[in-house]
């Protein structure tokens, strides 16, 4: 992914060795419709093709917004059949960023609000600004949060809190996001600069090694304590046998870096 990409409101291009930043770019909110979710989906496809990026970044060009959600203006105009193509299409790629080959940080730096936040929720890692404001409003039109939402947000911050964020559709300050888990990292800088120093601090490592971390994490709340352990003790044995561990041993007794992949 040498070369800056694009599709119509989503650009891609490789800020350094490993790393893609891919940008929103679709005035005046990055509303969620069609042209944002083929863009996010060509963006995938790009990365998967290069076969190079350890961490994908995913930004806002657009101040005071990350994304505001599904394109409302066209939830007015579209049936049923519409409704469910589109949220599908939303849900797949929440569920293709959740589970690429690659980590991936939403750097919000505005509003990151019902599929907007679903959509950074589907990043492994979020980072954010001062001024960056999260939350899950979709009671206030008569739906809920339908693209991964309701799942992932109890994983990140507990039942409890979710509730109340979803049934008081409030917005949370980036203070309070990170005090309770909804973020990683908080900046009072550029939110972007700030993912990038993160990247930077997960790229010399293997990457076999964290998606299998990612797997075995998502496992947890997926099996019983036991079953989840046992999970992690296979993907510990594969990674031993058959994954850069061998590097990475033989790099800690020669004191040196390890060149992984
Ligand atoms: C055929 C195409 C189909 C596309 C639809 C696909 C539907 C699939 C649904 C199934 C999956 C569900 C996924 C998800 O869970 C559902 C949702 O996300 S519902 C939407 C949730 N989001 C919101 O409710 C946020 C709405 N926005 C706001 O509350 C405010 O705009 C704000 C973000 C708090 C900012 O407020 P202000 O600073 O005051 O700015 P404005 O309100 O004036 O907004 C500026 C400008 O942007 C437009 N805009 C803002 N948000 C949206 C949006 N979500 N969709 C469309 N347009 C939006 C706003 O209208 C203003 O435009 P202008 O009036 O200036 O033209």
Redesign the pocket.
């Known amino acids: 992914m040498s070369e800056p990409e694009s599709t119509e409101v989503v650009t891609w291009r490789t800020d350094s060795p490993g790393v893609v930043v891919v940008t929103l770019n679709r005035a ?2 990055n ?4 042209p944002i979710l083929d863009g996010l989906h060509s963006a995938f496809d790009a990365a998967e093709k290069a076969g190079d990026v350890k961490v994908m970044i995913v930004e806002s060009a657009l101040p ?2 990350f994304a ?8 007015s105009a ?1 049936d049923a059949g ?2 469910l193509a ?2 599908n299409r ?2 797949s790629v929440n569920d293709r960023l959740a589970a690429a080959p690659w980590i991936s940080i939403a750097a919000v730096d505005g ?1 990151a ?4 936040l ?1 959509l950074a929720m589907g990043c492994t890692l979020r980072v954010c600004g001062h001024r960056a404001k999260f939350g899950l ?2 009671v ?2 008569g ?1 809920i ?3 991964g ?1 309701t799942q992932r947000l109890p994983q990140l911050v507990g039942r409890g809190r979710a509730l109340d964020i979803m049934l008081t559709a409030r917005q949370v300050p980036a203070d309070e996001a990170l005090a309770i888990g909804l973020v990683d990292r908080r900046t009072d800088g550029d939110a972007l600069a700030a993912a990038l120093a993160l990247a930077a601090e997960i790229v010399p490592s293997s990457l076999p090694a964290q998606l299998a971390v990612r797997r075995t994490v998502d496992a947890a709340f997926e099996l019983p304590l036991a079953e989840g352990i046992a999970y992690e003790a296979a993907q510990e044995q594969a990674l031993f046998t058959d994954g850069e561990a061998a590097e990475g041993i033989t790099a800690f007794v020669e004191k040196r870096p390890p060149n992984f992949a």
């Open positions: 005046p909110a509303a969620l419709g069609p005071g917004f505001a959600g599904a394109d409302i203006k066209h939830l579209i519409t409704f589109y949220g939303m849900r509003a609000l019902g599929g907007g679903e409003p979709e206030k039109l739906l949060p339908g693209a939402g």
